[in-house]
């Protein structure tokens, strides 16, 4: 990647905002810009690319399914309601869990009546920790020595199992408890 030169970040985030349409892991790739670009400029790049990513999944939703909501009734249309006044908070609670696959949330969004707006401001947001977290570790291959690889890999876990405590109090604020899915 970095043998391109001044441009490898121009190429690493149009890869990685093209990604979803070959369903390749956002993972690989935001664990490579920290092997590439370190922690910082990793996760801006990351960032950046995973904001395209996401767009161009949510834009490739909103016109390929946009008849996929129309018939929507009962609980389906409360959600579409709801998704059209809170889906910054829908979006920004999905984006911080990670149980739920990035593509999917970005196709979800682009069929339902979340404004671009928000669902953009709430990914970003929502993903800067994940993001961090990957790119920390990527980066601490490279850069570090066993101590700094241990300091990351406990960060990357506290990120991403923090989340995981809170479950049933999102699932509950987003209306799907257990007793609903049925």
Do not use: C, H
């Amino acid at each position: 990647m970095l043998s391109f030169g001044w441009f490898s970040p121009v190429i690493y985030i149009l890869i990685y905002t093209l990604r979803p349409l070959v369903l390749f892991p956002a993972s690989v790739l935001s664990i490579t810009g920290g092997l590439s670009f370190g922690p910082l400029l990793g996760t801006v790049y990351t960032l950046a690319g995973a904001a395209g990513s996401a767009a161009v999944a949510f834009w490739t939703a909103r016109k390929l399914g946009k008849n996929i909501g129309k018939g929507s009734a009962g609980k389906g249309k409360a959600i579409q309601n709801q998704l059209e006044k809170k889906g910054f908070f829908y979006v920004l609670v999905l984006r911080l869990i990670p149980l739920f696959n990035f593509d999917l949330i970005s196709y979800a969004a682009g069929i339902s009546k979340v404004r671009f707006s928000a669902f953009i401001l709430a990914t970003v947001i929502g993903m800067t920790p994940g993001v961090f977290a990957f790119t920390y570790l990527g980066s601490s291959f490279v850069d570090g020595g066993f101590g700094t690889l241990i300091f990351a890999g406990s960060l990357f876990l506290i990120i991403m199992l923090v989340p995981l405590f809170f479950k049933d109090q999102v699932r509950s604020a987003l209306g799907l408890n257990k007793d609903n899915d049925a």
